[in-house]
Nanobody
Framework: QVQLVESGGGLVQAGGSLRLSCAAS????????MGWYRQAPGKQRELVAT???????NYADSVKGRFTVSKDNAKNTVFLQMNSLKPEDTAVYYC?????????WGQGTQVTVSS
């Protein structure tokens, strides 16, 4: 079992920045990759960014060049640095860890970008 706790969401004006954190605990030795997803009202949950245990990253086209995913292996923590935020980035952001028997998800953190 892996437990995920996110933090760092909030309200920011367009063009601003936020940094999200996700701390993993439990059977963290089994973690191969960690990622961030988001879900806006009335929309499906979508991939934002992922980072593998080796450090390879993957981003949604909509956030490339603005968001950066990174991790601290010693602390089993993944970060999402979000710059040049846009109103369309408003969503609940979820931390994700793929699991053999199903994915693990954090509780979500709200990010609201005002225009």
């Amino acid at each position: 079992q892996v437990q995920l706790v996110e933090s760092g969401g909030g309200l920011v004006q367009a063009g601003g920045s936020l940094r999200l954190s996700c701390a993993a605990s439990g059977t963290t030795f089994s973690i191969i990759s960690m990622g961030w997803y988001r879900q806006a009202p009335g929309k499906q949950r979508e991939l934002v960014a992922t980072i593998s245990s080796g450090g390879s990253t993957n981003y949604a086209d909509s956030v490339k060049g603005r968001f950066t995913v990174s991790k601290d292996n010693a602390k089993n923590t993944v970060f999402l640095q979000m710059n040049s935020l846009k109103p369309e980035d408003t969503a609940v952001y979820y931390c994700n860890v793929p699991g053999v028997r199903g994915d693990y998800w954090g509780q979500g953190t709200q990010v609201t970008v005002s225009s």
